[in-house]
């Protein structure tokens, strides 16, 4: 009676405790569609704040933290598992910075929610690690049962950044684990485009080549049209001649003066102690998108993420609900010198 009695508190005190609870459920699978080549997935939880959130649930609208069913590193491995049963030789590492909801404002019927993510991968070798890709935005959703949508969304989030980051090659400079503690600053400590204050003119292909400071080879001219605007760098050797289009440039250099190639042509590029800026906003540099988007993130072709229609009709990353986003205040936009992506993490 005693064993019954012990085993019925138990069971009860498990139940109430889930109860305050919203658990995070695989959607779709983690595979890798052009064949694995690691064997498994290790996560580093970085977070400052290991609580993801609490949101209303259910008709009660009940107040329930959003968690993983265990550990995130069991758990993303456990999945990883799962989905690539082939396991390769190598080992990849996640670090996650980020991931927290935000609870926004309701308008009508419709609530506001964001979901803050930020991880890099990397493949390692032994004891040394070599970045793959890195992630750091805000994904904002709006939907009549927001909660639902958000924890829904949770894993497909982890699922696009995973798909995104088997189509990364790793870079060729490995470190040590030390180094992932702030790989940024690492990163930034051995650039020598930060290191260095003159910059060489060239043209500039991708963010890689820009901060290690290696410009295309050869002497090649800058042609510009009758706005001063740069269309093109030719470069004529050996009665051979080689045109880069302007499209083609990440950044080119003249007179030790750099300038980046945008939406809307290229903007002075600036340095300060926190590294490459520009001064402008998302209408200059980036094409207006759909306020809403249908991502597709494997499983099956069609918008589908394993058979499921994924719900992210209703998601789109800050800034891409504004029409008329030129008008904005202009800010210093930095270049993440890990994916040559602009950063936006102070909006």
Do not use: C
């Amino acid at each position: 009676m005693k064993k019954i009695l012990q085993f019925t508190l138990i069971f009860i005190s498990i139940l109430s405790f889930s109860q305050g609870q919203e658990i995070i459920k695989e959607r779709g699978n983690l595979s890798n569609p052009k064949g694995n080549i690691y064997k498994s997935l290790e996560v580093i939880d970085q977070r400052e704040d290991k609580k993801i959130g609490e949101m209303p649930f259910g008709d009660n609208k009940e107040m329930k933290e959003i968690v993983f069913p265990t550990t995130i590193n069991n758990f993303l491995s456990q999945w990883y598992t799962d989905s690539n049963h082939k396991g390769g030789k190598h080992e990849m590492v996640l670090v996650l910075k980020s991931l927290k909801t935000t609870l926004g404002e309701t308008v009508g019927k419709e609530t506001e929610a964001d979901v803050d993510f930020s991880a890099q991968t990397f493949l390692k070798e032994a004891d040394n690690y070599r970045f793959l890709y890195k992630k750091d935005t805000v994904y904002s959703f709006k939907s009549k049962n927001i909660s639902d949508v958000v924890v829904k969304n949770i894993p497909v989030i982890i699922a696009m950044f995973m798909k995104k980051t088997y189509t990364m090659k790793p870079v060729e400079n490995s470190v040590n684990l030390d180094a992932l503690t702030d790989y940024d600053s690492y990163v930034k400590n051995n650039s020598e485009a930060y290191k260095n204050e003159q910059l060489k003119d060239g043209i500039y292909l991708n963010h890689t080549s820009f901060f290690n400071q290696t410009p295309e080879q050869g002497n090649y001219i800058l042609e510009k049209n009758s706005r001063g605007e740069v269309v093109r760098a030719i470069k004529d050797e050996n009665g051979k001649k080689d045109k880069i289009s302007a499209n083609e440039m990440f950044i080119y250099v003249e007179n030790g003066k750099a300038y980046k190639k945008t939406y809307s042509g290229f903007l002075d590029l600036n340095k300060n102690e926190k590294g490459f800026y520009l001064i402008s906003n998302r209408g200059f540099i980036l094409p207006v998108r759909n306020s809403a988007v249908f991502l597709s993130v494997g499983g099956s072709s069609g918008g589908m993420y394993g058979g499921i229609a994924v719900g992210l009709v209703s998601v789109f990353e800050r800034g891409f609900r504004q029409n008329k986003m030129k008008k904005d205040e202009k800010t210093e936009i930095y270049i993440d010198p890990l994916t040559g992506e602009y950063d936006f993490s102070n909006e």
